[in-house]
DNA sequence: CGAATGACGTCTC
DNA sequence: GGAGACGCCATTC
């Protein structure tokens, strides 16, 4: 286990946990965010260290706001429920309104 | 060590 | 403009 590979993990840790309650992001966003823009596989990867973290994975969605990695999850709508706890509309594993409560790391500044 | 895969995204045809 | 192929980077077999 080399560190530098959880520098990168470390640094969607980081974003991710910045992520506003009632939003969601995209992995591809994060990536970009930190420069790795076509490494949003790699965004997503590190989401399965994010276990034990602080890290709300399922604030974070695929570009298109479909719960993809919702199978990744303990139970089956654990992360659709999570979200429709926070007051964001899932319908069929997909996120409503994506455009409007989605997320971007730049508000950070 | 080489090949395959994965919680995605962008490019190309 | 829709559909398909490729790339990224790391982990796993």
């Known amino acids: 286990m080399k560190q530098e590979t959880l520098n990168f993990f470390d640094r969607v840790y980081n974003v991710a946990r910045q992520i506003p309650h009632g939003r969601v992001t995209s992995y591809g966003a994060i990536a970009k ?11 997503g990867y590190a989401m399965n260290g994010s276990g034990g973290k602080d890290v709300p994975a ?3 969605v695929n570009r298109k706001g479909l719960l993809t990695g919702k199978h990744h999850f303990d139970g089956t709508n654990l992360m659709q429920q999570l979200l429709e706890n926070e007051g964001v509309e899932v319908v069929d594993n997909q996120i409503q309104n994506l455009e409007k409560i989605f997320w971007d790391p730049s508000e950070l500044d």
């Open 33 to 43: 965010y930190l420069g790795a823009a076509k490494s949003a596989r790699m965004v």
């Open 58 to 60: 399922h604030r974070v």
